[in-house]
């Protein structure tokens, strides 16, 4: 099955740039979507597509993807960005097609 | 605006079975499909399947395949989950969540706890 491999953790200063990368064979050949979850709180679809925000997501959130990585920048980071971030992709290649999460980022704001 | 709200906290023995319901608004509903996606105590979110509320076609994750059950009620916009057989590792917050023919899921529910517990 797909494996979507991110790092455990990202820490980040106020006002700087946080960079969250999601690995898998490939990837850039997939649609890569990325949410953001806050604790106690349900995921929020912050980019998709690869790079698209939906409405009411600030132009900090920002995404691209290609070859093997994807990664979402997050600009000016403040502390409401404080949040787990997760993945996904949907994976045809198998006999079971569906949506695959990737391990998740903890992002810590200092 | 688009919402999916879902039934309550369930509280279950090893064994017994759970339905949660999803109940979508502010979108025509057959015109999506819904996913349901769980999360177990802090551990990362878990895709369980999907189904097309316009036809009802369902897709489910292998390691769920004979457990697990979804269907819709167009008349009142509600999708529903049954899990069947339930162990202390199904213990999770299970979410509902709109799904795009992109494969993306763009609107969540507020999430159902479900706890299993003898």
């Known amino acids: 099955s797909y494996v979507l491999t991110q790092p455990p953790s990202v820490s980040v200063a106020p006002g700087q740039t946080a960079r969250i990368t999601c690995g898998g064979n490939?990837?850039?050949?997939?649609?890569v979507h990325w949410y953001q979850q806050k604790p106690g709180q349900a995921p929020v679809l912050v980019v998709y597509?690869?790079?698209d925000r939906p409405s009411g997501i600030p132009e900090r959130f920002s995404g691209s993807n290609s070859g093997n990585t994807a990664t979402l920048t997050i600009s000016r980071v403040e502390a409401g960005d404080e949040a787990d971030y997760y993945c996904?992709?949907?994976?045809?290649?198998?006999?079971?097609?569906?949506?695959?999460f990737g391990t998740g980022t903890k992002v810590t704001v200092l | 605006q688009v919402q999916l709200v879902q039934s309550g906290a369930e509280v279950k023995k090893p064994g017994a079975s759970v339905k949660v319901s999803c109940k979508a608004s502010?979108?025509?509903?057959?015109?999506?499909?819904i996913s349901w996606v769980r999360q177990a105590p802090g551990q990362g979110l878990e895709w369980m399947g999907w189904?097309?509320?316009?036809?009802?076609?369902?897709n489910y994750a292998q390691k769920l395949q004979g457990r697990v059950t979804m269907t819709t009620d167009t008349s009142t916009s509600t999708a529903y989950m049954e899990l069947r057989s339930l162990r202390s590792d199904d213990t999770a917050v299970y979410y509902c969540?709109?799904?795009?023919?992109?494969?993306?899921?763009?609107?969540w529910g507020q999430g159902t706890l479900v706890t299993v517990s003898s």
């Open positions: 969540a709109r799904g795009t023919g992109g494969g993306r899921a763009d609107y």
């Open positions: 502010g979108y025509t509903f057959t015109s999506y499909g």
């Open positions: 189904i097309s509320a316009y036809n009802g076609n369902t």
């Open positions: 490939n990837i850039g050949s997939k649609s």
């Open positions: 597509d690869d790079s």
């Open positions: 996904q992709v949907w994976d045809s290649s198998s006999d079971h097609p569906g949506y695959v």
